[in-house]
């Protein structure tokens, strides 16, 4: 009977062993895109075996642009696999390149000329996606550059600073950048405008159409934004109220370049750092072309880097979690991610909120991109 019993025992353990789901030895790597997602052709451009990414820029889930010290590079499946797309003779492009996207076909590069600076650059331009590409001389160095469309663009050329001022030039294309015409200037050595004062750092521009648009930054005054609209395309500038959340009025205010943001003509987004004791984020939305702005609800903390990807869409890091709103962000859902980003966090790109990508930095320089497609959750490394 003892015998019986033993032999029932070693049966039932050998069962329940045998029915048991098998446990991986490791977390297998997420997949770059759905399994249902066709593979993507290849791009008719050398593959790039190994590179150190500064930034990207997506223009959905699979195709984006890169800038690494030397490279313009491009991927369309999701950051995996990289193809070089650098202009000829182009050999170093790093922190100074200025990379500006309309879709996948159209984009410019800007590198300054550093023995003529601030007065002249080389504008790179190509419409079949890198392919091929146009070099053009363009009367500023340093700008940030936006298009509208292939044709219709926007540069607010930076002409020095010095002592918390900052002089600049606005110019305008309409034949895709081969030409430029100077709309404004407040340099005080060569015929100064005063619309746009000369006092405060420019962080950048945010178009809205050829007439409209904003130039953004900081005064380094309490109270007191830096952010003024033009209506006649650049000639002449005025300056932009916003309802201050409490205690605004003791805080440096500062919109970071690429905090100001317009999804379409009539919808844009403001994320300004609030700088006192602590670091907040007040985030402000425009339905009439930015007529009027309304504070959002919720003040969030920490210094925060915003990303907006839709009229209703946006991502912000701040602190060791991101932000994510769907609703114009009047709220709020935060997302505790598996990778501790914070002070190695470098910048980020979201082609929606489901699909992002961090670049990230560590104090010795060793760069990192990840990658994530559950929002936030879990992030896997692309490059290296």
Not at 167 to 180: E, I, L, M, P, S
Not at 349 to 371: E, H, K
Request: glycine share 10%; charged share 15%; net charge negative.
């Amino acid at each position: 009977m003892k015998k019986n019993l033993s032999f029932l025992f070693l049966l039932s353990l050998l069962v329940t062993a045998c029915s048991a789901s098998p446990q991986p030895s490791q977390e297998a790597t997420p997949a770059p895109y759905s399994p249902d997602t066709p593979s993507p052709s290849q791009i008719d451009a050398p593959l790039v075996d190994s590179l150190t990414l500064i930034s990207v820029q997506f223009l959905n889930s699979l195709d984006g642009w890169g800038v690494t010290e030397t490279q313009i590079v491009r991927t369309n499946d999701g950051g995996i696999t990289w193809y070089n797309v650098t202009p000829p003779a182009v050999t170093e492009t790093g922190y100074a390149a200025v990379l500006s996207l309309t879709d996948n076909n159209h984009a410019w590069l800007l590198l300054p000329d550093f023995e003529t600076s601030p007065h002249s650059g080389i504008l790179h331009r190509t419409a079949d996606g890198g392919l091929s590409w146009n070099s053009i001389a363009v009367p500023f160095s340093i700008a940030d550059l936006h298009f509208l469309d292939a044709n219709n663009g926007w540069a607010l050329a930076d002409l020095g600073v010095g002592a918390g001022s900052q002089a600049v030039a606005v110019y305008q294309t309409t034949d895709g950048g081969a030409a430029w015409t100077q709309k404004f200037a407040n340099d005080p050595n060569g015929g100064a405008g005063d619309s746009l004062p000369l006092g405060g750092l420019k962080a950048g521009i945010a178009p809205v159409t050829m007439q409209t648009a904003f130039v953004y930054g900081v005064t380094y005054a309490s109270g007191a934004p830096y952010l003024f609209r033009t209506d006649d395309g650049g000639a002449s500038w005025s300056p932009v109220s916003l309802p201050l959340p409490k205690g605004a009025e003791s805080a440096e205010l500062s919109i970071e370049r690429g905090q100001m943001k317009f999804l379409s003509p009539t919808d844009g987004f403001i994320a300004m750092r609030l700088t006192s004791e602590n670091y907040q984020l007040a985030i402000y939305t425009t339905r009439d072309g930015g007529n009027t702005w309304t504070l959002t609800p919720n003040i969030l903390p920490g210094s925060g880097t915003a990303d907006f990807v839709s009229v209703e869409d946006a991502v912000v890091f701040s602190g060791d979690q991101f932000y994510v709103t769907r609703d114009a962000a009047r709220t709020w859902s935060i997302v505790l991610p598996d990778v501790k980003f914070g002070d190695i966090f470098a910048g980020m790109d979201f082609a929606n909120t489901t699909t992002g990508w961090v670049v990230t930095m560590t104090p010795t320089g060793q760069r990192a991109v990840y990658r994530s497609g559950d929002g936030g959750l879990t992030w896997f490394p692309i490059v290296p």
